[in-house]
């Protein structure tokens, strides 16, 4: 089934990162870069939490810990997510397991292993390489195939520990979107 355009409504997303990075862009010097993790969850673009400053502090604090960069920053966008590969929609799901199916059947011709998910913690696998896989060979069959490229992904993800004992709920529970087309960002606003 083909997808329609502007299926998810316009959205605000909240981008973690470094100081430097969040003035530059905010400076209008560059523009956030995509992530091509071979780990993403959502295959390549640039990530934001939707609707959650808060997710978006806690991590890049997480990443400053880590010494990956000197001082915290989150950048917030608006986007209109376009044409969405929405991840909560059920229509979607056919389309993920043709584009595994024709992965596996490549790798398997070629003799080669196909990536796995992995690190799982509390149940949930934090290193999503077979999906982003899945997901980036999805958007190169639509091209190969002529059809309109995604602008963005869009998914609700479980993390975490219990929220208290015997939940359901997890305490990172999250919904990501990943732009894959810059156009989709409508703007960069300063997050205190």
């Not at 673009?45 to 810990?65: H, L, N, T, V």
């Not at 990172?172 to 300063?190: C, D, L, M, P, W």
Request: charged fraction near 25%; hydrophobic fraction near 35%; aromatic fraction near 12%.
């Amino acid at each position: 089934m083909s997808r329609t355009r502007n299926t998810l409504g316009p959205l605000i997303g909240y981008h973690g990162c470094s100081r430097e990075v969040a003035e530059k862009v905010l400076a209008g010097k560059e523009h956030l870069k995509k992530s091509e993790n071979g780990y993403d969850w959502l295959g390549t673009g640039i990530y934001f939490w939707a609707d959650s400053p808060d997710r978006a502090w806690a991590w890049a604090e997480q990443q400053q810990k880590r010494k990956k960069w000197k001082e915290a920053a989150v950048v917030g966008a608006f986007i209109n997510p376009g044409l969405s590969l929405n991840l909560t929609d059920f229509g979607v799901n056919d389309s993920l397991i043709s584009a595994y199916s024709f992965m596996k059947t490549m790798f398997d011709s070629l003799g080669f292993e196909m990536a796995n998910n992995e690190s799982k913690e509390n149940g949930i696998f934090m290193k999503r390489s077979l999906d982003c896989s899945v997901i980036d060979t999805l958007h190169q069959i639509r091209q190969d195939e002529k059809e309109p490229a995604y602008d963005t992904v869009y998914g609700v993800f479980e993390e975490g520990d219990e929220l208290f004992p015997g939940s359901g709920f997890k305490s990172k529970t999250h919904i990501q979107i990943a732009v894959r087309n810059t156009e989709s960002i409508i703007g960069y606003f300063r997050v205190t």
